[in-house]
């Protein structure tokens, strides 16, 4: 089978065996965001017309390809959600040279205020095998998602904004001239902010000691970054394992290095945390595509 | 005398009776962001020339003119400081035609982080009378104080970015997308916004909502920006409240539209406040001033 990671940045195609090993790979630049005029097919169809004229007939799409914004709208699957129910709820793609079908994204409810994820669903079905049946994972990014799973399926999951809150804060406030934003990691800075982060008083109160820190002489400009990715993880990690007590080891999914961030910061907030091995988006089209009644 | 309260963006001049009543008044958008080439002095003598030719010879200077991007920098003064520390916390500014003196800022620690103010310990000090000896102010703005007064001294303050990540968010994010910036005040929007800053999550999740809300058709783009305000503000006022328990009544000094959003807020909250009726700066420069040793 053909499975398709189609985000809102970039595009990776994958040619899959049934146990979900990867034969081939294609990725490219054309996320949904650089697709012109809606023309989605053309690059599908450029993608793996190879792998089509091979013998392969079906195809799985996941990610914001299913979103307002992509393809076609794929209404969010209520949780739970394991891999028959988003398989059952897959929709045709109309698409000439293949049966194409397209993962849906899940949303949950919190105290009346809804959730949302397209792609990281998928993710987390490629990796059950290492969380085990029931566990949280979490997916670092610029929204990242902390993911309860129980028996397979996905029963609940929290957006934390930390990676966009970053962009604007060391972008679009004062803070930002108290740093340099692209200097080298500073270990030690980020574990003042991740302290900091427990102390009363709240994240708009801390986010000021950037500035007074640096005023003072005791934050220098290469290390406020750092400072301040400590502050907004301390907040987001402290928030997630407070809702999740007894959680467990947590499993990371995604880029190395951040996950890398994720499992110290955890771990500096009393947390435990392991990351996945597994190549997450592959994994999950393929799970999801055995479960699917293609034609 | 001659007061000044000679901010970022603006230059609001006074002459002041001893009991500070305003007998005279100018104003300009020179405030020191906006002076060229330091000529600091050019801009207060063309303010105050008439009133120095009347007869004036003592000038006291508050606010962020005494700032490193200031005039001349005046050391920031650790708590307490009431009108007499920091009338004798002044330092004298070179200037021919009258004696010229600035008011400090002031300093306080919290956990290890330090917090700063300027100009708004002399609108602290101008609102004693309707403060009382001993209780909470708070001056709402990008940068927003929270301060504790007893026996007519300030003891220590925390400083909430709310106003500043307000435009961070609504600007320079994905939120920013789903709101109308310049639409009125939803008033229902913002109660929904604070009650949801009660919820477990904290304000880096709430935040998403903004989005998830918007996307699922429960918040309009003309009411996304108010619901985004309370979360905001909600966040703040909660942690400020938590910080000062039986604090009593705050009173709120500053721009009479914010002071009227903060009374809200607060009340929602489960606070109580009152806005503060005195021409703050005024008042203070005139306390500050009885208390100066003037040459």
Chains 1, 2 share one sequence.
Request: charged content about 20%.
């Amino acid at each position: 089978m053909i499975g398709v990671d189609w985000g809102t940045s970039s595009f990776r195609a994958y040619r899959l065996t049934p146990d979900g090993h990867v034969i081939d790979k294609t990725t490219s630049p054309t996320g949904i965001l650089f697709v012109e005029g809606g023309r989605f097919a053309d690059v599908l169809r450029r993608a793996i017309l190879p792998w089509v004229n091979a013998g392969e007939r079906r195809v799985l799409l996941s990610g914001m390809i299913g979103s307002r914004q992509g393809w076609i709208e794929a209404p969010y699957l209520p949780c739970p959600a394991g891999a028959a129910d988003l398989a059952a709820a897959t929709i045709a793609v109309p698409f000439n040279d293949a049966e194409v079908r397209l993962v849906p994204g899940v949303t949950a409810e919190d105290a009346g205020v809804p959730e949302v994820m397209r792609g990281e669903e998928t993710q987390i079905i490629g990796t059950l095998r290492e969380l085990g049946p029931s566990g949280v994972a979490c997916l670092p990014g610029s929204h990242a998602k902390w993911v309860r799973v129980e028996n397979g399926r996905i029963m609940g999951f929290s957006t934390f904004m930390t990676g966009e809150a970053f962009a604007a804060f060391s972008g679009h406030t004062i803070l930002g001239r108290m740093m340099k934003v692209d200097a080298p990691a500073d270990p030690a800075a980020l574990r003042q902010g991740l302290a900091r982060s427990a102390d009363a008083g709240g994240l708009l109160r801390h986010l000021f000691g950037v500035r007074t820190l640096g005023l003072f002489g005791r934050l220098s400009e290469d290390s406020a970054a750092s400072y301040l990715s400590g502050l907004l993880l301390g907040h987001e990690v402290r928030a997630a394992l407070a809702a999740h007590p007894d959680m467990g080891s947590i499993l990371l999914i995604g880029d190395a290095k951040l996950c890398a961030l994720y499992a110290d910061a955890i771990a500096f907030c009393g947390g435990s945390a392991r990351i996945a091995k597994a190549d997450a988006a592959p994994l999950g089209l393929t799970a999801i595509a055995a479960a699917v009644a293609w034609h």
